[in-house]
Nanobody
């Protein structure tokens, strides 16, 4: 199983931008779709966006649509989440995951965890003035 490491989090003022990276520390992870999730303090983990294995398809939840952009690096070892127009509601720990049970289409982001999936440890994003 691939090992994933998130980076790029930090403290940003409202309206600012951040770019998160999800890097495979071993191997590549272009076999499966990749998803970004986030968990705010006291709340359940939620889906944010996903990208298909081929990178041809992305999906964003309504809360981030138009503000976040997900992409794959040409090295097949990195996935990015470009976040703009950030608000305090975006404050959370952001996680990336890949799993054969993660399905990404233009209209849907489905996730059924399997034993073959991988998650990173998360990166903290704090939006505050």
């Amino acid at each position: 199983q691939v090992q994933l490491v998130e980076s790029g989090g930090g403290l940003v003022q409202p309206g600012g931008s951040l770019r998160l990276s999800c890097t495979a520390s071993s191997g590549t992870f272009d076999d499966y779709a990749v998803g970004w999730f986030r968990q705010a303090p006291g709340k359940a983990r939620e889906r944010v966006s996903c990208i298909s294995a081929s990178a041809a398809t992305t999906h964003y939840v309504d809360a981030v649509k138009g503000r976040f952009t997900m992409s794959r690096g040409s090295d097949k070892k990195t996935v990015y989440l470009e976040m703009t127009m950030l608000t305090p509601d975006d404050t959370a720990v952001y996680f990336c995951a890949t799993d054969p049970g993660l399905m990404c289409t233009a209209g849907n982001f489905q996730y059924s965890r399997t034993q073959f999936g991988s998650w990173g440890q998360g990166t903290q994003v704090l939006i505050s003035s």
